[in-house]
Structure formats: C-alpha cells, structure tokens
C-alpha cells in the first residue's frame, strides 16, 4: 500500500524533517535531532503532528454502553467533557490496543487509538456493535496536533486560536476537554498528551490543520515552539514510562502484566477479557512490568534478555538513553517472582550488563497534572 | 581532517593517514547525521591488532547501533577517550574531534581498495537513488 501522508506531510518537509514510513503514514522522525527535540519539550514546549493516529466515533442510543463492553476502563462513569485513558482486550484478557474514549455526549464516544492499531480495532467493533450503535472511521477526516511542555498553555493562549477560548483553556483540568465550532466544524481541545508534561491535543477537520499548524509555530517563537518528532516522541513517553503499544503492551500481554490494573474496572459490568482477567487476577499476573537502570551507557534495546543470577527471567521492552535524566534506562516485562529482586543483567549483544531495579515512572514532571 | 582528504569504506568510516603510516579513523558526517544522536562508543584497546574490517567497536545512538569497522590492518596506537566520554562530539565534529582510533598499518596496500571522497559522495548518491527505486519497487508491487 502506498503509505499515506497527514495533512502537515509537505510542512514536515519544508521544515527538514527526515520522514519514515511508520504505521503506514509517512511521519517526521526528527527535525533537529531527538535530544534536542526532547530537551525543547522538557524546557518550554514542542507541537507534534499526531495526526496519524486513529480517531473511531461510536454514536447511538447504545454507544456508551457498547464502548464500557469494549474497554476496560469505565465510560459510563465519564460525564461529557471527561476522557479516559484505557485498554481494549481480546477473550483472554490480552491487550489489543490502548486508547483514550472521549465521552462528547450520551450518545457519542470518540475512541482515538494507535495508528497500527486503527484498521484492527475498527473492525474488532464492528463485528462487535449492537444494533443502535454506528461505528465510524473518521481517522483520515481528522487532524491532530499536540502541544505539549511547560509552556503549552502559554502557547496557546498567545494564538488567536486560543485566545477565542482563553477561560475555557485556563481552567481545563487534566484528561478533560471542551469542543467548539470552528468553520462550521467541531474541534476538540483536551488537556492530554504522551509527553509526561502539561500539555494539550486538538483535534481538528484535516483541511484546518495545516491553518493552525502555522498558526501555532508562529505565536509560539517567542517560546522556541517548533516541531518534534516521532523519535523525541518515544524517548519522552519513554522517560514518563507510558506504555507503547508493540513493546510494553501487546497481544501476548495483559493490562495486570504491564502495571495497568488502574485501567481495568471489575466493578462496572462486563466487559471484553473480563472473565480472564479476573482469573489472572486472583492467581496473580505471571510477569510484571518493571524499570531498570544500566550501568554505563550501552543501551538495553527491545527484545533483550533480563537474567538474574545468571537464568534468563525476562525480557526488555523499551530501552533508551534517557535525555532529561542523562542515565540509560530500560522497561522489561519480568516473571513476577523475580520482579522484587534488586540487581539483573542484561545480555547486550553477549555482554553481561548489570541493571538495578528502580521505579517507573522514571521521570515525573511538576507541571503536568 | 579535510574530508576531501580521506579515504572511505562502504561503512562510512573514514582514514586519514598521517605520518608513519598512522591511519586515523572516524565516520562520515552522512553516518553520523544518519546514525542521529549518539550516546555511547566502545573502542578497542591501545596495542590490540585489528583486520581490515573487523569490527572493532560499537555506536549506540538513541535509535539505533551500528559496528564499527576497521578500514585497515594493524595496531591500535591511541583511542580518542573524549569521544569516549562525550560521544555528542562525533554528532558535532566528526571528522576532527570526533575521531575513534590511530592504527599502526600493516600494509599501506589495503587503501587501495577504499574509496576516495569523489568516489565515496557518487557511492552515497547511488545509494539514495537506490533507495528511491526500492520505494517506487514497493509500491509497484502493492
């Protein structure tokens, strides 16, 4: 398949982003390289094209109640302008994609997932939707951007675009959100974001976004705004130790293995994994999703093996230099008996490394919530 | 070093021979851009004797990791620490500060077979046509 590009590809290029294909999207992976990126991130404020990923609205009668089946986390808890953060699962309690829902009224729920996972988990609900529920792929209809850093409400508001919204935006509460109209249209602002910093993601119609794009790159220089990708993408979900779907997350895996019990609800009725899940809960999950530290500065990368006294007991996830922490640092899914053991190592290309235990989040930010 | 002074590999090291037939090596500034932001080298130790493309250290950027490769024979005479404790210094400056190791050569012979800087630059201009016809490939094909 030709891969597609978002409508901000051709600023992506003018701006000498050095594009890849990634999930079927040509993407930015870095503008000026990944540490500068993050650092700019950590420090004042970054915006990021996140338009690849997925945006699925359920609408009806049934589409709260068919979203709370579907996911893990409780829907029918949110109030209109609430989002949640949270897994789907298959039967067997393994995660098909993580994702946020949206609540935009009693009868439309917007589920934004992984761009890998778009195609997946809009035929997933469709083969699941009762009657009363219409399942709608708006992902190529949808732009997304998000502005994220310590200076992101600053940015905003420095845009007319923000400024239309100026007490709106003030007093928005982390994971929550407002929509208004603009041309006609709906656009979503929310106060999220992947970064572990205070942050913001607007959804928009395609054909506003490359308008805005501008528009915030300009009212943001007095910042040093500019654009980042994908790579400071990852290393700072990473340094925040969310999980990616593909490494920490995946459908080998169960929420309960990779530190996300706080997403799966067992007092709301059922739902998809339910059953498994409760299961695997009471007998206690087999693996457990830990932060290591390694010594020196060879990294741990995906796929590593995690030995304790000298056994194989699992295996890394995501591993990088972390920039902000200037350590290098690894997530691994380990067998639970291991997981409160305090020294491992890693086999790094046949290199016996060790790696001390240490606890995830690795970085918290004191702008963020 | 002049880059237009070097000699290269298809692995985009680089050598610069000084006097004594002392080979200098370090990566193209095209690796290092390509390679993104490098965090960590490991580099042999002085006196070990390497073979014209062994493998003799690592880069790990944050991305990525590539081998390093010895365009030549010889004996390792120094290793350039500060790359070692500030590895960014490749990103920066890769062919003066951010050179990895002095090789006594074995045999000044072995750089025939490397490219010089005319050659290396029409070798990484048919790499990326190359590339661009892969890209156009894939697509035909789906």
Known sequence: MTPKKTPLYEAHVAAGGKIVEFAGFLMPVTFEGIVAEHNRVRTTVGLFDVSHMGEIELSGTKAVEFADYVVTNSVAKLVAGQVCYTVACNEDGKVLDDLLVYRLSDERVLLVVNAVNTEKIHDHLIDTAPSGCTVDDRTDRIGQIAVQGPRSLELLLASGFGQSHAEKLKGLAYYNFFTFERDGEEVILSRTGYTGEQGYEIYLPAGQALGLWNELLGAGKGMKAAPIGLGARDTLRFEASYCLYGHEIDEETSPLEAGLSWLVKFKKGDFIGRKALASEKERGPARTLVGLEIEGRMIARQGFTVLYNGESVGTVTSGTFAPALGKSLAMALIQSAAAGKGEFTIDIRGKMIPAMRVGIPFYKSRSKD | ?142
């Open chain 2, 1 to 142: 070093m002049v880059p237009e002074e070097c000699q290269f590999t298809k692995e985009h090291e680089w050598v610069f021979v000084e006097e004594g037939n002392v080979a200098v090596i370090g990566i193209s500034d095209y690796a290092a851009s390509e390679l993104g932001d490098i965090v960590y080298i490991e580099l042999p130790e002085v006196g070990s004797h390497v073979k014209q493309m062994d493998p003799i250290g690592t880069i790990e950027a944050v991305k990525t990791v590539a081998d390093i490769f010895s365009p030549v024979s010889g004996e390792i005479v120094a290793v350039n620490t500060d790359a070692v404790s500030a590895p960014e210094i490749v990103n920066k400056d890769p062919y003066e500060d951010g050179w990895f190791v002095k090789i006594k050569m074995n045999d000044p012979g072995e750089l025939d077979v490397l490219f010089d800087h005319s050659e290396y630059t029409e070798f990484l201009g048919e790499q990326e046509a190359a590339d661009a016809d892969e890209d156009d490939m894939e697509e035909e094909e789906e």
